[in-house]
């Protein structure tokens, strides 16, 4: 099956994404035309049904729940922050 790599603005809040089902979040960063934090996923090409994620944006030393997956890390100028996704249970 054949993939596409798109990617997703986020916020430093709660993020809720409709992503394509199947999709693979690959990395989580700032996009480099603006600085904006963003996440890059692959998912399959002509998938039409959507599922509802949930991620969320830590900065170094705060509390954060433990179901999460980790995505990716960026820095601010001098602050470093994590990229969670929480995981269903």
Not at 22 to 36: E, K, N, Q, T
Not at 42 to 55: D, H, K, L
Request: neutral net charge; glycine residues 8%.
């Amino acid at each position: 099956m054949a993939h596409v790599i798109h990617k997703h603005p986020i916020t430093f809040r709660e993020n809720l994404v409709n992503l394509p089902i199947g999709s693979v979040v690959l990395r989580a960063g700032l996009r480099p035309a603006d600085g904006d934090p963003s996440i890059w996923f692959r998912a399959p090409v002509g998938e039409s049904r959507m599922e509802t994620r949930r991620f969320f944006v830590v900065g170094t030393g705060h509390a954060f729940e433990a179901n999460a997956v980790y995505v990716g890390t960026f820095e601010t100028g001098e602050l470093v922050w994590h990229v969670f996704e929480a995981v269903k249970s």
